[in-house]
């Protein structure tokens, strides 16, 4: 039985559905040098706009931190796919239109981490961002492909000037994890010895690159760390 009240709730939830892609439709929104300084390239923004030639429907939202796309919404892309592989298709994408992300060798920065296709026959493609083989902390393009094979969004982020950083670390695994523990007995204010008491648990190091700005949303340093 369908009351009126659930009726009503579907037919708003219709319209929501339907209302967004077209209120999605033709926007590029490049940052303005002004707010974003020496963020967007003008090979950014000739990429973005060759995208929209080549798309009914685009839509592009930036990262107003790093200047890079953050999501790329497209209704009708028009690519003529040369393989049927999807992980292949997004590095298809990536070598034509790649500059939008400030990337010129997308099979060297990006490299496969997941491939799945959910409930709906949509796959999705996930890249994570690697730098001399180090990963970038929170970098990764996903790329949405719907059950007909075409691409219908990428969301995600990218580090740019990653390579401008040394992938060589300046201390030793086990002085980062000595150094650690040091932070978190200051942060608890105990002594050395309460600290040695602890049953603390710890992973292996790793080396990533990390910039602090994904979390305060401010325009900061990448740095290389364990």
């Known amino acids: 039985k369908i009351t009126r009240k659930s009726t009503t709730i579907l037919l708003c939830a219709v319209v929501v559905l339907f209302a967004m892609p077209a209120s999605a439709v033709n926007q590029i929104d490049i940052p303005s040098s002004s707010i974003n300084p020496n963020k ?16 009914r429907k685009l839509s592009v939202h930036w990262d107003q931190v ?18 049927h592989d999807y992980k292949e298709r997004a590095y298809q994408f990536l070598d034509q239109y790649g500059t939008i992300y400030r990337i010129d060798n997308p099979k060297e920065v990006l490299q496969l981490q997941k491939e799945e296709q959910d409930n709906l026959g949509m796959t999705h493609v996930i890249l994570q961002q690697v730098d001399h083989g180090v990963p ?34 300046t201390i030793t695994p086990q002085r980062a994890r000595w150094m650690a523990k040091q932070v ?19 992973t292996e190091p790793a080396l990533y690159f990390y910039n602090h700005g994904i979390f305060s949303k401010q325009n900061e340093s990448t740095y290389l760390v364990w």
Request: net charge negative; aromatic share 8%.
């Open 40 to 55: 967007v390239t003008q090979d950014q923004s000739s990429t973005a706009y060759k995208l929209q030639e080549n798309s």
């Open 66 to 83: 790093n200047g890079v796309p953050k999501w790329i919404w497209m209704g009708d892309q028009e690519i003529q796919w040369q393989s």
């Open 136 to 169: 970038v902390f929170s970098g990764q393009l996903q790329f949405n492909f719907r059950s007909d094979g075409t691409l219908v969004s990428i969301g995600g982020r990218i580090i740019p000037d990653t390579s401008k950083i040394s992938s060589k670390p």
């Open 184 to 202: 978190l007995r200051d942060q608890l204010d105990i002594t050395q010895e309460q600290l040695g008491q602890l049953e603390l648990q710890s």
